[in-house]
DNA sequence: AGGTAGGCGATTGTTCAACAATCCAACAAG
DNA sequence: CTTGTTGGATTGTTGAACAATCGCCTACCT
């Protein structure tokens, strides 16, 4: 009846959420939907009714709404008031201060490493990941690949509260680049960018690294931006 | 009966937060208990018993519940499966990442600034009350003012997401504050210094102001470590 | 014809009551 | 003293009910 309907149960959530804890069905379903919405099952703007999306997943009303407040906090949904659920639409201002907010954090992250050698194991998976799967034509995966690059970068700092902060920040991003189609274009230049920031830590250069990085958010803002003016729904006053 | 439990509407949440749109029930409950908590009603490690705090707020265990999940996910309550909600107890582990983040973050926000003069407004505001505090001596009024001028340092950056990150992490510090009473010792020599990275500042020197900060951050986690330790229960191991 | 008030269906907001699952402390048995 | 059991209390989850609100459609009035 409801075959794609009951929630599996995710062992590790995918997202590399650490699952502390047992979860509850609250937090199981907001675990599906997040990957739902990420993998755009959901594209934004879509509105999740409360009936058809508890029907689904086979909870009720109730457990479904702490999942629904559980996203919103996380700035994947929005409410609007007795109106329901939206998957957010994140403006061009919202692109702007998750760039703003990356600049911040991942250069401060670089600033304060100490004496090399460095701890780049997560760095190196995440670039070998994607340039494996750009190989194959993978563009979600490349995407994937690139924000688990600067997640590892981001833990170098060493903060649980950081890599939460980024996390959120880079899911945001994706969600801000779904209505973009023809992910190469934006994806493949990033893959030697990438590549160009992890050799310079491997030889020690820190600074080298900093500026490679911040050439790096200067051209993904800049992308990102175009790609969502190129690919907006055609302007409606004729 | 439910004299002090009717959720008040505080016209805007005190703590600061936009509320961007209307608030529903369940939002309005997680105020009240964040306020209670920040104010020390609910001491940390204490449980918050869904019928009792329903009951004396005058909500149902669903919409507390829903409530309770946003708190959860700020990090002020805990949830174990079967066993409800506590208020968190922070380790030392905690204030560890929690002095780190800070260091992240609000040296990036200081070393992010352009050219002189900067927007120092809301950093004179926080400076200003808390010193008319301290000569009340009302030291919680104390910190609370010292709160407000490291969120108005992390405004400094201009990013909606970094202020929303640090309103939390310093909400959190607050919490592992808690146990330590005699709180004049603690907060009165952050006075000057916060004075004094206002001075530098005001000067346009964004580099004496960096090094000022370090300095604060430093002494903070040692003071605030300190403090904790000496206010543990006396170790159980003999 | 056109704008407006009102009605109506659908959806959310909130509560209530019920039952299952789990925990925990007290107690009984070995 | 340890172990197993039992029973009460609390949370987990559901389903149903009703109020409040929204958006649309229609009928009415000018």
Redesign the interface.
Known sequence: MDATGTPQEPGTPADGRPAA??A?T?ERVADTLRARISEGAFPPGSRLSEEAVGGDLGVSR?TL??AF??LV??RLLV???NRGVFVRVPTDADVE??H??R???E???L??LGRPPYPLEGLVDAVVDGERAALNDDWPAVSTANIRFHLALVAL??????DE?MR??LAELRLALHPVADARALHEPYLAGNREILAALGAGDRDAAERLLDRYLDDSHAQVTAARARHRPPSPAD
Do not use: K, M, Y
């Open positions: 804890e047992r509850g609250a109730n709404r702490e407040r559980l906090r996380e409410h609007e008031l201060d998750i703003r907010t600049r911040l954090v250069s401060a992250a600033r304060g700092a060493g903060s649980a509260r950081t902060l959120g920040v």
